[in-house]
């Protein structure tokens, strides 16, 4: 079965600590995934792709197929990283499948 | 460009009514996704539309929800004969095309059955 499991429903950090959120997904064909993120009153928005290989707001993500994994990584969190972060599978059938979300504080 | 409309934000209603929801995409998007998020859960797939066709239906519950995305006009989520099962937070999605891998959301309908 297609699934995204997102373990943590929140992660607390300090402001300057490292952030790892985590997302594991279970899917036997070539994956698609994505970390989407919802800031306070504010949509829903992507913020990366796999297939990018790009670093957007400091945030990085490495898919690796041995541990269908996808963690969400910032070395340095900073107050304005706070928000709702969903991790997504895309099952190549019109399905983007999402995970429970991740709520991510991180403290003065 | 306004960016995918949701309406109502906020709807309520008693058992055995209909709720309807609105979603207008993106100007130039004629891809549209339902999604529906119960407490404590994700974002779950219900529906996927083309204008005026359904592609992919297979995650609404079989009776009392249908979707539609006519020619002209919002795609409209319509859930018959609601209970309380029903209230969540529906959100609307498009996109440009079906695997561009960005879905452009909608800020949510609140269903709230009494």
């Known amino acids: 079965a297609q699934r995204v499991t997102q373990p943590e429903k929140l992660l607390s950090v300090f402001k300057g600590a490292p952030v790892e959120l985590k997302c594991n997904y279970s899917?036997?064909?070539?994956?698609?995934l994505f970390w989407y993120v919802q800031y306070s009153r504010q949509r829903l928005q992507l913020l990366l792709r796999?297939?990018s290989r790009e670093s957007i707001k400091g945030f990085t993500a490495d898919l690796n197929k041995g541990e269908t994994s996808f963690h969400l990584k910032k070395p340095f969190a900073q107050e304005e990283d706070s928000a709702m972060y969903y991790c997504?599978?895309?099952?190549?059938?019109?399905?983007?499948?999402f995970g429970t979300g991740t709520r991510l504080k991180v403290l003065a | 460009n306004a960016g995918v409309m949701q309406n109502p934000r906020h709807l309520v209603r008693r058992r055995g009514q209909e709720a309807r929801l609105r979603c207008s995409p993106m100007?130039?998007?004629?891809?549209v996704y339902w999604y529906r998020q119960l407490p404590e859960e994700g974002l779950k797939f219900m529906v996927y539309?083309?204008?005026?066709?359904?592609?992919?239906e297979s995650g609404m519950p079989k009776e009392r929800f249908s979707a539609e995305f006519p020619k002209e006009g919002p795609s409209i989520l319509r859930i018959q004969q609601v209970v309380r099962g029903d209230s969540a937070a529906y959100f609307c999605?498009?996109?440009?095309?079906?695997?561009?891998?960005?879905?452009?959301f909608g800020e949510g309908s609140r269903l709230t059955v009494l």
């Open positions: 997504a599978l895309y099952s190549g059938t019109y399905k983007y499948i």
């Open positions: 100007k130039g998007h004629s891809h």
């Open positions: 999605a498009s996109s440009l095309s079906a695997n561009t891998g960005e879905l452009f």
């Open positions: 796999h297939i």
């Open positions: 539309l083309q204008k005026e066709n359904i592609i992919d």
């Open positions: 899917y036997s064909g070539s994956p698609e």
